[in-house]
């Protein structure tokens, strides 16, 4: 498979199968019955959830600040706003080029190496997956007997045993043949891992680490408050368990990476992790819809302004 169809079908392929999640969703709750529950949401509570998820992009782009300085940059915030946000923009057409094109804007507007720029946001990213372990560590702790109640009463505890030794077996093969080997794919692999290993530890050798540390857990902070805060918008939510709050955010955080922005995907992945609580089909979608809808118009709004005025605003600085 040559380089243009491969790039055509990391295009392509979201983006249907994001239309396809979207008819589904719909085929589950009619647009008649979405548009009741957005009549009747309490927009006090969406508007705060966008000001949540504002507060936390805004954190992301100051934090990235601190990771440039020791590198000798210190860029504008402006523009690390207003590149964080296009970023996001860009995202909800092609997925992950927006990182790409986060990095060429502190190239073309503060002469940041477009490889050295670009490092930073892996390392951004290392940071935010090991937080995202993290939330789940803590989710299944504290649902640990709701989690195993549930699976024991869909599957043959001997089989979930079963299961999970083998996992662990063949895991530990797996690594271990990773680790030994000196194929193509092992060694790609191994250089990956090493390259997140040495993407974390960096965070402890950066000058400002506690800073970048409290505005990695502020950021994700808001990521959880912003989705708890915008379940109160639907009144067939109010009393929600903090179990399906943090389980449904999980779900919806990984249903992102499935398609564009999380289009189609992230009603239904809310709705798959509240029906393990027992939470009826209609408000579970409708939640999914107007939490999605809310932070994508958000997106639209800030991402368009940014790339609009990054122009503008750097003419009017070196002037």
Request: positive net charge; charged residues 15%.
């Amino acid at each position: 498979m040559n380089h243009k169809i491969k790039r055509i079908l990391k295009i392509t392929l979201p983006l249907l199968l994001g239309v396809f999640l979207v008819w589904y969703s719909l085929s589950k709750v009619s647009v008649e019955e979405l548009l009741v529950y957005a009549k009747n949401a309490d927009y006090t509570w969406i508007i705060s959830g966008m000001f949540l998820g504002l507060l936390s992009h805004l954190s992301r782009a100051y934090r990235w600040r601190f990771q440039l300085e020791p590198m000798g940059y210190n860029i504008k915030l402006g523009n690390s706003v207003m590149a964080v946000f296009a970023t996001y923009l860009i995202n909800y057409t092609i997925p992950r080029a927006g990182e790409v094109a986060r990095a060429s804007i502190l190239t073309n507007y503060e002469d940041v190496p477009f490889e050295k720029g670009f490092g930073t946001i892996v390392a951004e990213r290392i940071a935010d997956m090991i937080v995202m372990l993290g939330i789940i560590t803590m989710t299944l702790f504290l649902q640990f007997e709701f989690i195993y109640g549930f699976l024991v009463e869909k599957f043959n505890p001997i089989k979930i045993i079963i299961a999970l030794a083998i996992g662990l077996l063949l895991l530990f093969f797996f690594l271990r043949y990773i680790k030994n080997s000196e194929s193509k794919i092992a060694l790609k692999i191994r250089t990956f891992i090493n390259g997140l290993v040495e993407g974390a530890l960096s965070i402890f050798k950066m000058k400002k680490k506690w800073a970048f540390i409290f505005h990695t857990l502020f950021i994700w902070g808001m990521y959880v408050l912003m989705f708890y805060v915008t379940s109160f918008s639907i009144g067939d939510l109010h009393g929600i368990s903090m179990g399906a709050i943090l389980i449904g955010f999980i779900s919806a955080s990984f249903s992102i990476a499935a398609t564009n922005g999380g289009i189609g995907s992230y009603p239904l992945a809310i709705y798959a992790a509240f029906s393990i609580f027992g939470i009826a089909e209609e408000p579970s979608i409708a939640f999914g819809w107007i939490m999605w809808a809310s932070q994508t118009l958000m997106i639209i709004v800030f991402g368009g302004l940014s790339l609009i005025y990054l122009p503008i605003y750097n003419r009017v600085k070196s002037k």
